[in-house]
């Protein structure tokens, strides 16, 4: 399993950005996904996940109606649109999968055993 996030970059706050997570080795029927982000001196946090086999995606409370997480089967890619983006968004986004992950631990990072590199998400005026 490879996983590449892409998509990152500099915008204003209240602007918008399309993460991309081009997934290769991964059946997405199989696989949950996951998108984590991790500020300056912070831990890493939850941002979004989807398990399409239990017809789930969740978000974390901070992001809910900014940040929509899609999948594009033919692409094998991963997506994750952040709008309305607050200076307190600004982070490395990572996304992650794992084959074997449960509803109840979608949102936990250390359930997760394959991450890509990061994409830098940075907010400012």
């Known amino acids: 399993v490879q996983l590449q996030a892409s998509g990152g970059g500099l915008v204003q706050p209240g602007g918008s950005l399309r993460l991309s997570c081009a997934a290769s080795?991964?059946?997405?029927?199989?696989?949950?996904m996951g998108w984590f982000r991790q500020a300056p001196e912070k831990g890493r946090e939850f941002v979004a996940a989807?398990?399409?086999?239990?017809?789930?995606?969740r978000y974390a409370d901070s992001v809910k109606g900014r940040f929509t997480m899609s999948i594009d089967n033919a692409k094998n890619t991963v997506y994750l649109q952040v709008n309305s983006l607050k200076p307190e968004d600004a982070a490395i986004y990572y996304c992650?999968?794992?084959?074997?992950?449960?509803?109840?631990?979608?949102?936990?990072?250390?359930?997760?055993?394959?991450w890509g590199q990061g994409t830098q998400v940075t907010v400012s005026s």
């Open positions: 992650a999968a794992d084959e074997s992950i449960i509803m109840s631990s979608l949102a936990v990072e250390n359930q997760y055993t394959y």
């Open positions: 080795g991964v059946t997405f029927s199989r696989y949950a």
């Open positions: 989807i398990k399409r086999s239990s017809g789930t995606t």
